[in-house]
């Protein structure tokens, strides 16, 4: 039987996800980018509606925010959270966002839902925060074409020379070319690509 809780399996995703930060950072040097792509860490509660409007409630809802503030402190990915506004903190607990996502209750806690997240699809669509990079047309012109094609499973040499055939790469440096189309393809969870260079092939 699977003991972990909510909260650790949660803490397990982050951790992941910051994992898959900073490797994606050393795979992103290959293109041109203005800047890092930084991780954001939004922890938003979903279930306002089934909290009791009562001193008890309310005083665990502020336990549970002391908890969470401690268990993230320190922690690597800890810079990379994104708290809410003070006029958004739900009754004060300001470590994560509380909505509820059936818009239920009473018309204050609907009005704190929408406020909340208004201000969750602003951060997310923030500009400033997109990555922009300078990837060739035709790569994605591959991703389709191998999305639709029999054949799912490609050894890296049988790949260089479709694609050396078809001009998705260029002769010169293919080897490099194609790792980092493969390896920005599996960040973006086109692909799924195995390394096994030190097995002499590579999926």
Not at 17 to 40: G, N
Request: charged letters at 25%; hydrophobic letters at 40%.
């Amino acid at each position: 039987a699977n003991s972990r809780s909510t909260w650790e399996l949660m803490k397990e995703s982050i951790t992941a996800a910051y994992t898959m930060s900073m490797k994606s950072k050393r795979q992103l040097k290959a293109f041109d980018v203005a800047a890092d792509p930084q991780l954001r860490i939004f922890l938003v509660g979903t279930h306002l509606s089934h909290l009791p409007e009562d001193l008890e409630a309310e005083r665990a809802l502020l336990d549970h925010n002391r908890k969470v503030l401690k268990e993230m402190d320190n922690k690597p990915y800890d810079s990379n959270r994104v708290f809410p506004p003070k006029d958004v903190a739900y009754k004060g607990a300001g470590s994560y966002f509380v909505v509820d996502s059936q818009l239920q209750g009473d018309r204050k806690l609907k009005e704190h839902t929408r406020k909340a997240v208004n201000v969750l699809r602003s951060l997310l669509s923030d500009a400033k925060n997109r990555l922009t990079l300078k990837v060739p047309k035709v790569w994605f012109c591959l991703q389709v074409i191998t999305s639709i094609a029999e054949k799912k499973m490609w050894k890296f040499t049988e790949l260089k020379e479709f694609c050396i055939q078809c001009q998705f790469i260029q002769g010169v440096d293919a080897d490099g070319q194609l790792l980092v189309l493969l390896n920005l393809f599996h960040s973006l969870g086109f692909y799924v690509y195995f390394d096994l260079s030190e097995y002499k092939e590579q999926w």
